[in-house]
Structures are given as C-alpha cells and as structure tokens.
C-alpha cells in the first residue's frame, strides 16, 4: 500500500525555482505533522522544513528564506516551494512524518541544480 508519493523535482539552474508535491493517505494526512526531508550522495538524510495539521512551519536553516512548505488538508497534499536553488540543494527529495511515525519512505524525486 503507496502511502507516500513525491513528484515535481528536475533539473534546474542555480537561482531557479521548483515546486515540489507530496501525495499522503488520509489517514497519514489527517494524524501527523509531516516535513519534507533530502538526501544527498553520501551524506544522511535530513529535515529541511515541517508543517504541523494547524499550518506552524519550521525550517532547516540551510533553506531558511528560499522554501516554503504548505499543506492543503482537504486534498491531502504537501508541497514545497524552493527559490534561490543552490548546486548544493541538489538530492533526492522525500516527503513524511515529522517526527517520525515509522512511515514507510516513498521513492523520493530528485532534485538536480546544475548549470
């Protein structure tokens, strides 16, 4: 059972912009906070933003400023607007719980800022 799926990420010049979305079952959607987390070659995966079922944001400080994340509760639906994109935001992207809840990860989509 998909419970998680990510989508929107590409291959994008330093100082673009990419929207990225997350589509949550309902009964993830309506329990948990949920965050947008990255992984880059060779490194751990990290927490870049999260956003509580009442809409409180917090943000990685490495993003701070250039993403925004939102969740829309009706449709069951996350994003994550990222401008000012680096070289150094290029990863897989995830999206999931936060904290965690022991979700099973979805398949990413990633996320490549390349000139």
Excluded at 56 to 62: E, L, M, R
Excluded at 85 to 97: G, I, M, Q, S, W
């Amino acid at each position: 059972q998909v419970q998680l799926v990510e989508s929107g990420g590409g291959l994008v010049q330093p100082g673009g912009s990419l929207r990225l979305s997350c589509a949550a079952s309902e009964t993830i959607f309506s329990t948990y906070s949920m965050g947008w987390y990255r992984q880059a070659p060779g490194k751990q995966r990290e927490l870049v933003a999260s956003i509580s079922r009442g809409g409180s944001t917090n943000y990685a400080d490495s993003v701070k400023g250039r993403f925004t994340i939102s969740r829309d509760n009706a449709k069951k639906m996350m994003y994550l607007q990222m401008s000012s994109l680096k070289p150094e935001d290029t990863a897989v992207y995830y999206c999931n719980t936060s904290p965690s809840a022991n979700v099973e990860w979805g398949l990413g989509t990633q996320v490549t800022v390349s000139s």
